[in-house]
């Protein structure tokens, strides 16, 4: 196969993503800590504050630390905390919100925290983004997708920025040392303006969803714990203020073109059904030996889509709920000789 014609398909399957990617309606919070690799406070009661925070409620919010000055700078970590007028360091933001801690209130401010986690991810989404970051060819793309909820009509200047973050990363740290392990360090933005692309300025109504593609080129993600992450900003004034923050760790590599065993590619859409689910199968290469099954939580196998030759090009499937059994989560696996893909459904 031409490598012009792999370019085409890999263009196709990138819009694919974009197209069947998931939006989850729940509502997180951006928990950000302004910092400096120079600052004693940052590497001790702030250090501290920070680890547990995460350790306390990763399913509520995202985390990122900005380093707005010292040997960890980036720009647009400056300008986001700038955007909420942060001065020193370290400070602590719940979405646009200065959390006020202090070393003589660390435990105090941990409680507080949390208690507004809990109570903030309560609260019916106005909008969410999702997305399933590629790497491919020395840059991370991203096709996302921005889903307003309803039920009332939603009116402003909405924006999508994504962003790379990177955990778990070894640097300096001062109180720490050379070898401080800095937890979600903000990376970059995807975007030359930090708040990202403009959605919609104006009126929009419940379900109505909006498609947006990103790049940004890395040198190698092997070796990285690196995170994409999504939020969605409303203007207000001069301010951007977050509405909803969601982040994936899981980056897909498209391997070269020279590798037809990793030119297989599986879409299953809509991920969560009610009746019906769709597999959509792309292969560069006549496969004489493939498999698709689909499983249950138990490693039982509860339908065979196909067993036998898959051809090159476009395949489709049906996934009935009937066929597995009834409602729940299932595993949805194609199989060739040296592949092996596997994606999630549930039907509900």
């Given at each position: 196969m031409k490598k012009s014609s792999f370019t085409i398909l890999i263009a196709v399957l990138f819009l694919m993503k974009g197209i069947a990617q998931q939006v989850?309606?729940?509502?997180?919070?951006?928990?950000?800590?302004?910092?400096?690799?120079w600052c004693p406070y940052c590497g001790t009661w702030g250090w501290d504050y920070f680890k547990n925070a995460i350790e306390q409620n990763e399913s509520n919010a995202v985390f990122m630390a900005a380093h707005y000055d010292g040997g960890l700078y980036d720009q647009a970590a400056k300008e986001i905390t700038d955007n909420w007028g942060g001065f020193y360091q370290p400070k602590f933001f719940a979405n646009e919100m200065e959390q006020g801690v202090t070393s003589n209130n660390v435990t105090s401010k941990l409680a507080d925290l949390k208690y507004q986690l809990d109570i903030l991810g309560t609260i019916?989404?106005?909008?969410?983004?999702?997305?399933?970051?590629?790497?491919?060819n020395g840059e991370i793309k991203v096709a996302a997708k921005v889903k307003f909820f309803g039920p009332v009509q939603a009116s402003g200047e909405f924006y999508l920025g994504i962003y790379l973050l990177e955990d778990h990363v070894t640097a300096y740290q001062a109180s720490i040392g050379a070898n401080a392990v800095h937890r979600h360090l903000f990376r970059k933005s995807f975007t030359e303006e930090t708040f990202g692309q403009l959605v919609i300025n104006g009126n929009v109504s419940a379900g109505q969803e909006f498609s947006l593609n990103f790049s940004t080129p890395v040198d190698e993600i092997t070796g990285h714990e690196y995170e994409i992450v999504g939020i969605i900003w409303m203007k207000q004034g001069d301010k951007y203020i977050p509405v909803n923050v969601w982040g994936t760790s899981q980056i897909e590599t498209v391997s070269a073109v020279s590798d037809p065993l990793s030119q297989n590619r599986m879409v299953?859409?809509?991920?969560?059904?009610s009746q019906k689910a769709s597999v959509s199968v792309e292969s560069l290469e006549n496969?004489?030996?493939?498999?698709?099954?689909?499983?249950?939580?138990?490693?039982?196998r509860v339908a065979v889509l196909l067993n036998g030759q898959l051809n090159a090009g476009s395949s489709r499937f049906q996934l009935d709920r009937e066929m597995v059994g009834g409602n729940g989560l299932y595993l949805v696996q194609l199989k060739t000789p040296g592949f092996v893909k596997t994606e999630k459904v549930v039907f509900q």
């Open positions: 989850e309606q729940k509502q997180r919070i951006l928990v950000t800590k302004r910092t400096a690799d019916a989404p106005i909008a969410n983004s999702g997305f399933e970051p590629v790497y491919e299953v859409y809509p991920t969560v059904a496969q004489s030996v493939a498999q698709l099954e689909v499983f249950d939580l138990t490693g039982r």
